[in-house]
């Protein structure tokens, strides 16, 4: 299971400026580095995170919609991530069935697997559209599993909401640093495996727990 923001497209700052200017125009102020730390959760989490209870219960809804409008605005500035489509296009090749999973709603993930063009190499995608509970609960992870078929499974994701989720499923995961985390952060949240981004992984992908099956 790959994650999509700051695993395979170049988009984990730009969720942080919308949500950023989202936060300021409902008169929040949450800072940046926050903000960045809390990108991965899902959206229906992240505002009751960053800023508190009241806070979602006030404006939760305003900012969610905000943040989608901020995002949507700075789309043609996301790129895919160096390798994330040689590297979807290699584990198929080896043998895998990869699913990308996100907990962004369907229509923007459709968006921003359009830059990557790898549907056609796509077991199954699964988003926050699908009703599963998002990041950090392992709903999310078991549901594309379920869709992939079944057995073995490994995340691969960014954010420590990805391993979390994969530790709360039981399932390994590889952390990759192209959102900004560090390799500490990544492994005390449960990464067992840490690489700079999907070209790293790529380069090392027979050195790797996703070596040829």
């Known amino acids: ?117 790898v549907r056609r190499h796509l077991a199954a995608v699964v988003t926050g559209s699908d009703g599963a509970a998002t990041k950090p609960a392992p709903d999310m992870v078991q549901l594309a599993i379920e869709q992939a078929g079944g057995g073995k499974a490994i995340v691969v994701g960014d954010a420590v909401w990805d391993a979390l989720s994969a530790e709360a499923a039981d399932v390994p995961c590889i952390g990759v640093r192209s959102g900004g985390i560090g390799a500490e952060r990544l492994r005390t949240a449960g990464a067992s495996w840490v690489y700079d981004g999907p070209r790293d992984l790529l380069a090392r992908l027979e050195d790797s727990p996703l070596r040829s099956r």
């Open 1 to 117: 299971m790959l994650d999509l923001d700051g695993t395979l497209v170049d988009s984990v700052y730009e969720h942080v400026a919308a949500w950023h200017a989202a936060f300021h125009d409902v008169g929040l102020h949450v800072s940046a580095v926050r903000v960045h730390e809390a990108i991965g959760m899902g959206g229906d989490r992240l505002v009751a995170h960053v800023s508190g209870d009241p806070a979602e219960a006030a404006v939760g809804d305003d900012v969610r919609e905000l943040h989608d409008k901020y995002f949507r605005a700075g789309l043609r500035t996301v790129c895919g991530l160096d390798g994330a489509s040689e590297l979807v296009e290699a584990l198929v090749g080896t043998g895998h069935r990869v699913v990308v999973a996100s907990s962004s709603e369907a229509d923007l993930v459709d968006e921003m697997l359009d830059l990557l063009d």
